[in-house]
C-alpha cells in the first residue's frame, strides 16, 4: 500500500469526485489491489479509531475493555470487507434493470470508492463525542455514490436517480443486516471508574 496515492485519490474523490470518477472509470478493476490499496486500509482505520474511542475515552460515562475492543475491530473490519463485497453484487445485479451496463468490475469499483467520505469521517470516532460528524462523511458518500455511479454503470439518463435510489436502499437493508448480525457478538459497555 502506497500511503501517498492512498491520501491522493481519497482528496480526489471528496474534492473533485466527478473528475477522479472518470479516471477511476478507466481503470483496470482489479479487486485485490483496490483492496490492499483502499478498502482494507480505511475500513481499518476508521474500524480502529472507533475501538480506540470506544476502550479508552468512551461516551457519557461508559466504555468497553480493551478485547471487546478488539473484538469490535476484528468485526468491523470483516463486515466492512464483506459489505463492500456484497454491495458490488447488488450494484451489479440491478444495473440492467435500469439500463445500465452489467459489469462487476465497475460495480466493484463502485462498491468500494463511494463510501470513501464515510470511512474517513470515521476517523473522528476516536473522540465518541463527536459522532454526529461521522453522519456527515456518510452523506457525502451518497453524493459520491450518487456523481459514480451513473459514470461507470452506464444506466439510462432518465433512470439514473432511480437507480441510486434503489442502490442506497439496497445499501440500508444491507447495514441494518451487518448491525443486527454484529450486535449478537458486541459486549456490552461499563462505566467508567473515577479515581480521584
Known amino acids: 500500500m502506497d500511503l501517498a496515492k492512498l491520501m491522493a485519490r481519497v482528496q480526489r474523490l471528496l474534492m473533485s469526485p466527478a473528475t477522479e470518477w472518470d479516471a477511476i472509470a478507466g ?3 482489479d479487486t485485490q489491489a483496490i483492496y490492499m490499496n483502499h478498502v482494507g486500509p480505511l475500513i481499518l482505520a476508521a474500524a480502529l479509531a472507533g ?7 468512551g461516551v457519557m460515562g461508559f466504555r468497553i475493555g480493551l478485547g471487546s475492543a478488539l473484538t469490535q475491530l476484528v468485526l468491523n473490519v470483516v463486515f466492512g470487507l464483506v ?9 451489479n445485479a440491478l444495473a440492467p434493470q435500469f439500463g445500465g451496463t452489467s459489469d462487476m468490475g465497475q460495480a466493484f469499483k463502485v462498491a468500494a470508492y463511494s463510501p470513501t467520505a464515510a470511512w474517513v469521517a470515521q476517523l473522528v470516532l476516536i473522540i465518541p463525542a463527536l459522532s454526529i460528524l461521522a453522519l456527515l462523511g456518510a452523506v457525502y458518500s451518497l453524493y459520491l455514490l450518487y456523481v459514480g455511479l451513473p459514470k461507470l454503470m452506464k444506466p439510462a439518463p432518465d433512470k439514473a436517480m432511480i437507480y441510486t435510489l ?11 443486516v451487518i448491525a443486527a448480525v454484529s450486535s449478537a457478538f458486541m459486549p456490552a459497555m461499563t462505566p467508567m471508574l473515577r479515581t480521584y
Request: proline share 3%; glycine share 16%; net charge negative.
Open 51 to 57: 475501538a480506540i474511542g470506544m476502550s479508552l475515552v
Open 166 to 176: 434503489a442502490v442506497i436502499g439496497a445499501m440500508i437493508v444491507i447495514g441494518i
Open 27 to 29: 481503470e483496470p478493476a
Open 83 to 91: 459489505g463492500v463485497y456484497v454491495f458490488g453484487l447488488i450494484i
